[in-house]
C-alpha cells in the first residue's frame, strides 16, 4: 500500500496511502499521506484516533481491570496494553494517579482509563455500576483459576508486584482466584497474571465474533 519508495517494510507500519485516497470519514488525511507507524492493527491502518475509540466502544466487553498503584508499578503499561487486546471496558488505577507508560505501547490513546484514590472509592463506583469485584492473587482463601466461575459483568483487581492485593482490597472482593503455579518462585509477574485473568475472562465469557 506504500506509495514511497523509500519506505522500509521491516519498519511496523505503512507508508503513504498511494492516491486516490478512499472517500471514507474514518480515515486520517495526515496519515494517508505520511504513512501510519501506529501500534494498530491492519483494520485501523489511517483511521483517525476517535474513530478507532468509537469502533473500539461498539465491541468492548463487560469486564474492567483495576489495579493498585502505590509504588508506581511498573506492569501498569503492559496491563493497559493487554485490556487493550482483550477488549476491556475500561482500566482502573487505584492509589498513585502517575504511572510508567511505557509497557501500554501507546495502547492508552485507546484504552479507557480511570484513576481511583483508593479501595473505597473504586467499590463504591463498582457498587454504582453493579460490577462484582474478583481479585487476583495467590493467597489462602483464593479459588484456583480452573475452578472459578468469573462474572461476566467484574472489575478484575490485581495488586502491587511482590505483596499482590493489599489487605484492604483482598477483604472487599466478593472473590480471590488465583493462578496455579508449580516452580519454586513465590508469584508470577504482575501483568502476566493480569493476562492470564482477561484470557480465562475471555474464555468463560465467549463473543460470537471472536476467532475459533
Not at 493487554?82 to 482500566?91: C, F, K, L, S
Not at 492509589?95 to 467499590?123: K, P, S, V
Not at 509477574?189 to 468463560?204: G, K, V
Amino acid at each position: 500500500m506504500s506509495g514511497d519508495d523509500d519506505f522500509d517494510p521491516r519498519i511496523v507500519g505503512v507508508g503513504p496511502h498511494p492516491p486516490p485516497w478512499p472517500d471514507d470519514p474514518r480515515l486520517d488525511p495526515r496519515l494517508l499521506a505520511e504513512g501510519d507507524r501506529r501500534n494498530v492493527i491492519d483494520r485501523y491502518r489511517y483511521w483517525r484516533e476517535e474513530a478507532i475509540i468509537a469502533e473500539l466502544d461498539r465491541r468492548r466487553r463487560p469486564f474492567h481491570v483495576a489495579v493498585e498503584n502505590w509504588t508506581r508499578d511498573a506492569n501498569i503499561g503492559a496491563i493497559v496494553r493487554t485490556a487493550n487486546a482483550m477488549g476491556a471496558a475500561a482500566v482502573h488505577i487505584v492509589g498513585r494517579r502517575r504511572w510508567n507508560r511505557r509497557g501500554a505501547m501507546m495502547t492508552e490513546r485507546y484504552q479507557h482509563l480511570h484513576h481511583h484514590e483508593d479501595i473505597a472509592q473504586l467499590l463504591g463506583w463498582a457498587l454504582a455500576a453493579e460490577l462484582a469485584v474478583v481479585g487476583v492473587d495467590n493467597v489462602e482463601e483464593s479459588v484456583l483459576l480452573p475452578q472459578a466461575a468469573i462474572p461476566k459483568r467484574c472489575v478484575l483487581l490485581l495488586g502491587q508486584e511482590g505483596p499482590g492485593l493489599s489487605t484492604t482490597a483482598r477483604a472487599a472482593c466478593t472473590a480471590v482466584i488465583a493462578i496455579a503455579q508449580r516452580g519454586s518462585t513465590r508469584s508470577i509477574n504482575a501483568s502476566a497474571a493480569a493476562a492470564i485473568a482477561m484470557y480465562e475472562w475471555t474464555r468463560q465469557h465467549p463473543d460470537a465474533d471472536d476467532p475459533a
